[in-house]
């Protein structure tokens, strides 16, 4: 149950400039309290066990704090003259800040929607018309839906797919088969930060150079990254950059961090009176409000990480890095003795990086057993969980 409390910092493999900000704590000696940690998390409370962490992260009591606040003290449209609706539109204003901050991405970049899955429908309808019939998009078949689906069906509009696929052993992207993809006609590049189904941290920034190369844009999926890294958008270059703060601590909402003029440029997909609206454009019918209040808690939970371990203030997404860090560390910590003991296994096979390589791999893990399925593993899993809790 450790991914809610062990977030880190990941680099790219290669010879490029780190794109990530949080970094290594450099006191060896401090470590992450994770009893401390498990404290804000109510749940945790009746010392569960979390074994859904994929599937998103449980959420601080911060959160719940500032989306029961807003619920109980402003609940109203925001944006009227009205001293509550005015403090209404704060609130949710400071959620988008903190999510800003976390990506170093200026708020009017940022599409706080439903979901991954829906703001990426929303952009493929946008960007369509910016594009002629024969032009191109590259997709991956280790995109999660999110980032695969939409744009996939772009084909019945005359777009033409063209699909990076992922070697059938290891589960991993090659960027070497991405160049003979690339040629005049393509117009976008899909790529996951990290695959949800191996771990497998992807060269995002060579990714989006060799996109922008040949005059393409880059959409980067980070739902299975932002559990364990901050990108920064500005360093790493991408056009569009995904995730769903339901695996950041948050409320079932998803961000979108697209470029200011590719938004501009943008066909609008809200209200009509929406048509030069950056960036409610990509946001039909807006948000739920409460829940972007309660961003704000995540940034929250964050700062009560770094007050709890450190002494120094500085800005917060200073701070927010350095909690990262120690993050990182504690899930080194717990990626290298799984890894040693799953490689060990005779007949076990680990698909995706074989070492606890934090530049290479999140920890996230995909394994085969010879002789069982994945249903028979579960089941066991969880009867030795049963046996241990009696």
């Keep these: 149950d450790a991914r809610f409390v062990t977030y880190g910092r990941q680099q790219i493999f290669g010879p490029l400039t780190p794109v990530f900000r949080s970094q290594h704590v450099k006191d060896e000696s401090l470590m992450l309290d994770v009893a401390f940690c498990r404290e804000q998390f109510p749940p945790l409370a009746r010392d569960l066990v979390y074994l859904e962490n994929a599937g998103g992260s449980y959420v601080p009591q911060p959160v719940i704090d500032r989306m029961n606040d807003y619920m109980r003290e402003t609940q109203m449209q925001p944006c009227w003259s009205v001293a509550e609706s ?91 088969d991405l160049a ?93 009176f929406h048509a030069a609206s950056v960036p409610a454009k990509l946001n039909p019918g807006g948000t739920n ?39 990182e560390e504690h899930e080194a910590a717990l990626m290298t003795p799984l890894l040693e003991y799953l490689n060990a296994g005779e007949r076990i096979r680990v698909i995706g990086c074989l070492e606890a390589n934090s530049v290479r791999r999140a920890p996230t893990f995909s394994f085969a057993i010879e002789g069982k399925s994945s249903q028979t593993l579960c089941r066991h899993i969880l009867e030795l969980c049963r046996t241990r809790q009696t």
């Design 289 to 327: 409000y409460e829940s972007a209040a309660g961003l704000e808690g995540i940034g929250q939970y964050l700062d009560a990480v770094h007050a709890h371990h450190f002494d120094a203030a500085g800005e917060f997404p200073e701070r927010a890095r350095k909690v990262f860090g120690l993050f």
């Design 86 to 176: 005015i403090d209404a539109d704060a609130r949710i204003t400071r959620g988008a800040r903190v999510m800003a901050d976390l990506l170093n991405a200026a708020p009017d970049e940022l599409v706080v929607g439903p979901s991954t899955t829906l703001n990426v429908y929303v952009l493929s309808h946008a960007l369509r018309p910016l594009w002629n019939d024969g032009d191109e998009i590259v997709v991956t078949n280790q995109d999660h839906e999110a980032n695969s689906g939409a744009w996939r069906r772009l084909a019945e509009t005359g777009i033409v797919v063209r699909e990076w696929k992922i070697d059938p052993t290891t589960g991993e992207l090659d960027i070497n």
């Design 180 to 272: 003979p993809l690339l040629n005049e006609r393509t117009r976008l590049v899909c790529c996951p930060h990290v695959s949800n189904i191996v771990g497998t941290i992807n060269p995002i920034q060579a990714v989006t150079a060799m996109a922008h190369s040949a005059g393409a844009l880059a959409c980067i999926d980070g739902v299975a990254a932002v559990a364990h890294t901050l990108a920064d958008v500005q360093a790493v270059g991408c056009d569009i950059y995904l995730f769903s703060t339901y695996k950041l601590y948050g409320p079932h909402l998803a961000v979108m961090f697209v470029q200011r003029d590719l938004i501009e440029r943008a066909e609008n997909q809200n209200h009509f």
